[in-house]
């Protein structure tokens, strides 16, 4: 058995909607080579396994394969681990060092672009647009969809697709870094059916994202 945390990520105002995310904060409970079977099973677009606390080593797999960096699972885990006493600075995905702040009600991570997958960004003419897409074209894996919805403002509306192996995600915190690295300037993306996401350039490539998270149940996962 497996102690299993199951958390919404990118919620709006009120706590509604947002990216579910499993994670195990103590990792080791699953053997490496079930890993991947287990975040098949449970299907959430990632699910986190923290080797190791204090450090905040960790490891990231969708259903179908294993990331090196993503966005919604190191907010959530970063706001997890604060609310278990872990105050942790930075966490350490594969990608490399992710630095965590914490203001009010939000979790903030901060990434270097190019350390997202390669979702390929599409700016439309209007939110109508955005809205009415039902699936992407052939040939079109992980395309990001957003339009302004008050450009003065900073205000996004925005859909992700990963055709790869989940369909539509709800929240997509590495394609927000990259968005906001490339138009360098800060944004409030609304995404999905309702989740809200706050990103920010921070130069040279880089950018954060940050978010509200809830934690949903907790639970034994038997491998």
């Known amino acids: 058995m497996a102690t299993l945390h199951v958390l919404r990520v990118f919620t709006g105002e009120g706590g509604d909607f947002g990216n579910p995310l499993g994670v195990f904060l103590d990792g080791f409970e699953v053997p490496e080579d079930e890993r991947q079977e287990v975040a098949t099973d449970l299907g959430f677009s990632e699910t986190v396994f923290v080797d190791d606390r204090a450090s905040a080593r960790m490891r990231i797999f969708t259903p179908g394969m294993e990331l090196a960096f993503a966005g919604h699972p190191t907010v959530g885990t970063a706001w997890l681990l604060a609310q278990q006493g872990v105050a942790a600075d930075v966490l350490r995905p594969p990608a490399g060092e992710i630095e965590v702040r914490h203001a009010g009600e939000l979790t903030h991570v901060a990434a270097r672009a190019e350390w997202s997958p390669p979702w390929e960004l599409e700016q439309l003419a209007e939110p109508l647009e955005v809205?009415?897409?039902?699936?992407?074209?052939?040939?079109?894996?992980?395309?990001?969809?957003?339009?302004?919805?008050?450009?003065?403002?900073?205000?996004?509306?925005?859909?992700?697709?990963?055709?790869?192996?989940?369909?539509?995600?709800?929240?997509?915190?590495?394609?927000?870094?990259?968005?906001?690295?490339?138009?360098?300037?800060?944004?409030?993306?609304?995404?999905?059916?309702?989740?809200?996401?706050?990103?920010?350039?921070?130069?040279?490539?880089?950018?954060?994202?940050?978010?509200?998270?809830?934690?949903?149940?907790?639970?034994?996962?038997s491998l």
């Open 131 to 221: 809205e009415a897409i039902f699936s992407p074209p052939p040939g079109r894996e992980l395309p990001f969809y957003w339009a302004w919805q008050d450009e003065e403002e900073g205000a996004v509306r925005a859909r992700c697709f990963s055709m790869e192996d989940i369909g539509e995600d709800e929240a997509t915190g590495s394609a927000a870094i990259m968005l906001a690295a490339e138009l360098d300037r800060e944004l409030t993306i609304h995404q999905g059916r309702g989740s809200l996401l706050y990103a920010a350039s921070l130069g040279d490539g880089r950018a954060e994202v940050g978010g509200r998270v809830v934690l949903d149940e907790v639970g034994d996962y």
